[in-house]
């Protein structure tokens, strides 16, 4: 099944860049990288997504590496409301699943 | 745009008793719709993922079931509740081919059993 792997925790401080790696060695070739992050007691919120090309949006950039085993999510000047956990997924290939694992618990400090 | 709803937002139930937890989705049509459970301090647990209407797909066995009775409606049920049942449901949505389409979630159900 596809997997991610994501550090449990990160510490960042405030307006540095929070880099966040996700470890997805089994992706599929034309699977995208999904990231999403949570805070306490609510939906997870959609950051942004890729597959082969690096991605920028209003909230994130994403860089994926070439051989797409892996992703880092940069978040460029880190707020105290950037604290979160932090989702990367894949969707299982050939179906609609996507499987979330615990993702990265990241501390934006003051 | 695309809006989820989830209601209700807390819930607390006493073992033996049953469950519905409705959402609905507004502003797309065929979506893909999922049920995800979460307990304290974990990560998401899929549940249940429908493409189409009265097509379910269940992931985990359990004492729950879902159903798709209209497009954009997505049920969660079940006919006893057990203690092991408490958790933080969440519903999503995402387009109906799923290749590069993220999904979306509500602001999920606290179901506490007692």
């Known amino acids: 099944d596809a997997k991610t792997t994501q550090p449990p925790s990160m510490d960042c401080a405030e307006g540095r860049a929070a880099n966040l790696p996700c470890n997805h060695s089994?992706?599929?070739?034309?699977?995208?990288v999904y990231w999403y992050r949570q805070i306490h007691s609510q939906g997870p919120q959609y950051i942004i997504h890729?597959?082969?090309n690096n991605e920028t949006n209003e909230m994130a950039s994403l860089i994926i590496t070439e051989d797409r085993k892996s992703s880092t999510l940069i978040l460029p000047h880190a707020t105290l409301r950037d604290t979160a956990v932090y989702y990367c997924?894949?969707?299982?290939?050939?179906?609609?699943?996507?499987?979330f694992g615990t993702g990265t618990r990241l501390k934006v400090l003051a | 745009s695309q809006t989820i709803h989830q209601w209700p937002a807390t819930l607390v139930q006493p073992v033996g008793s049953p469950l519905s937890l409705e959402c609905t989705v507004e502003?797309?049509?065929?979506?893909?719709l999922y049920w995800y459970r979460q307990a304290a301090g974990r990560g998401l647990q899929l549940l249940f993922y429908?493409?189409?209407?009265?097509?379910i797909s269940s992931e985990v066995p359990q004492n729950l079931s879902a159903s798709r009775p209209q497009d954009r409606q997505f049920i969660l049920s079940s006919k006893k509740l057990l203690l092991s049942d408490s958790g933080f449901y969440l519903c999503?949505?995402?387009?109906?081919?799923?290749?590069?389409?993220?999904?979306?979630f509500g602001d999920g159900t606290r179901l506490s059993i007692l």
């Open positions: 999503a949505w995402s387009g109906p081919t799923g290749v590069g389409q993220p999904q979306h």
């Open positions: 089994t992706i599929s070739g034309n699977e995208y």
């Open positions: 890729g597959l082969k």
């Open positions: 997924i894949v969707r299982v290939k050939g179906t609609y699943k996507y499987i």
């Open positions: 502003g797309t049509s065929n979506p893909n």
């Open positions: 429908s493409v189409g209407i009265g097509q």
